[in-house]
């Protein structure tokens, strides 16, 4: 049986898991296929590199065209990175026929819709499912289990390197600078891992699984992004007082085909699925209206977990090969998109406030949540072990994010509040 022959391009963390599991499980995958997959060419920054896979020097190159243009390679996987430069290579597959498998998340979040075009005008497929939560094949899921019905809530953890942080300060006090180097180590981090901590990769991620759960054009820009950076182990510390643990949540809401969708630290309910997710693992939570509530667990990052998703995108384009068909998991996003504004986004929050420890203090904050309609659910004021002022945690109950923000901007003007230490996001359900 003729071999199809697959050029990778990068041989990091998630290339080597691939070239394990291509070589590893060779004929498991024949069989399912019915021919060989042989990794033909691999493209790479360094032939000298010492790497933990034996891999056949005569393969290496450090010319990624020499790949692409290679006549002889069907399918390109990409796992090296990068936006601008990595988005011409795939440009460039696609207009020579051949199919791409990529984990970038950064590329198909913005500039997904031209290559997924590119590829349909093309007759080839572009499949992605790595670039979302690692191993947990989400993506197929949204494209295929769900079109029957309609999402109206996808909340994830969809950050390996930001939960794995969280976790390690939670349960084990350590410090953010040291678990993120461990993150790192272990292969989790982006390399720049700015846009792990900060949201972005979260971000990024929340559009793709926007676009495909409610089936229109969600744009990076459409997503509110903060990140972990903030985060300090006394908020975790109140977060489980009050009966929650802090997480790093994408949050995707329909409601009248409105959608809003954001990332951010979130206090969520102990008792919620989610909130026992830990370490480097993910889970998407997606409530359909017909099917309710689902969740999907498994490792978010690494490399045997994101190689899973790749070479299982693989056998996928395979066997489309062999029935001549393509793009079966391609969506071409539908609907007109309209974002709720934010007078129609409701959630509860927490909020952390150093404040002068005199009488009529509390009134005074009250009265400006009663101004802006903002009505709260919980309120404790308390000596600060650290300094002169007292503390006051409120928990609201669900507030409009317009009214809420304005009550943050009067905050700012009030004397007696000296500093708002913390504000996050509450989910109870
Ligand atoms: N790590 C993970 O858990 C996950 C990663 N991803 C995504 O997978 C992709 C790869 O990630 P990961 O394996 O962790 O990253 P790594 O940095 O470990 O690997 C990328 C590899 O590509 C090589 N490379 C980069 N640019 C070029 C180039 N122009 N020419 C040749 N080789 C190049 C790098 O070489 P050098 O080392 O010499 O710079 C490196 O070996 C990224 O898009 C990432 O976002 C997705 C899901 C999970
Ligand atoms: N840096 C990412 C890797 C997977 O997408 C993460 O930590 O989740």
Not at 27 to 48: C, F, H, Y
Not at 172 to 181: C, N, T
Not at 280 to 307: D, L, Q, R, S
Request: charged letters at 25%; a negative charge; glycine letters at 8%.
């Amino acid at each position: 049986m003729k071999p199809v022959k697959v050029g990778l391009l990068g041989l990091g963390t998630v290339g080597t898991g691939v070239v394990r599991i291509v070589e590893g499980n060779q004929q498991d995958l024949n069989s399912q296929v019915g021919s060989p997959i042989v990794i033909e060419k691999i493209a790479v920054r360094s032939t000298d590199k010492v790497r933990s896979v034996e891999i056949d020097a005569a393969k290496l190159t450090i010319d990624p065209w020499e790949v692409i243009r290679d006549p002889e390679i069907d399918v390109i996987v990409e796992v090296m990175g990068g936006i601008d430069q990595t988005k011409e290579y795939i440009l460039e597959a696609l207009e020579r026929g051949k199919h791409v498998v990529t984990a970038n998340k950064d590329l198909m979040a913005l500039h997904g819709s031209e290559l997924l075009a590119k590829a349909q005008e093309k007759q080839c497929d572009v499949f992605y499912e790595a670039s979302v939560a690692g191993g947990i094949p989400i993506i197929r899921t949204l494209i295929e289990g769900f079109s029957s019905d309609r999402i109206v809530k996808i909340m994830g953890i969809v950050n390996g390197t930001t939960n794995y942080i969280l976790t390690k300060m939670s349960q084990e006090g350590a410090s953010y600078e040291d678990v993120l180097k461990e993150a790192q180590d272990l292969g989790y981090a982006e390399s720049d891992p700015t846009s792990d901590v900060e949201g972005l990769d979260a971000a990024r991620k929340m559009a793709i699984l926007g676009t495909l759960g409610f089936r229109t054009n969600v744009e990076l820009d459409d997503v509110t992004v903060q990140g972990i950076s903030s985060v300090t182990k006394e908020d975790i510390t109140y977060a489980r007082k009050l009966g929650y643990e802090m997480k790093l949540l994408g949050i995707a809401t329909s409601s009248n085909e409105h959608i809003t969708i954001s990332v951010q630290p979130t206090m969520i309910k102990q008792n919620h699925p989610l909130a026992s997710v830990n370490g480097v693992f993910n889970a998407v939570y997606v409530h359909g209206e017909a099917v309710g509530e689902t969740m999907f667990y498994g490792a978010g990052a690494g490399e045997m977990p994101t190689a899973t998703s790749i070479v299982a995108d693989l056998v996928a384009v395979v066997k489309n090969l062999k029935l001549g068909v393509n793009g079966l998991k391609a969506i071409v996003p539908y609907k007109t998109k309209k974002l709720q504004s934010t007078d129609q986004v409701f959630y509860k929050n927490f909020i952390l406030l150093h404040v002068d420890d005199k009488a009529g203090v509390l009134a005074q904050i009250t009265q400006v949540f009663a101004e802006y309609d903002v009505s709260l659910a919980s309120v404790v004021q308390q000596p600060n072990e650290h300094n002169p002022d007292a503390e006051i945690v409120i928990i609201t109950h669900r507030a409009s994010k317009a009214n809420f923000d304005k009550v943050l901007q009067h905050f700012e003007q009030l004397d007696v509040i000296q500093r708002i230490k913390s504000v996050y996001r509450v989910e109870d359900i």
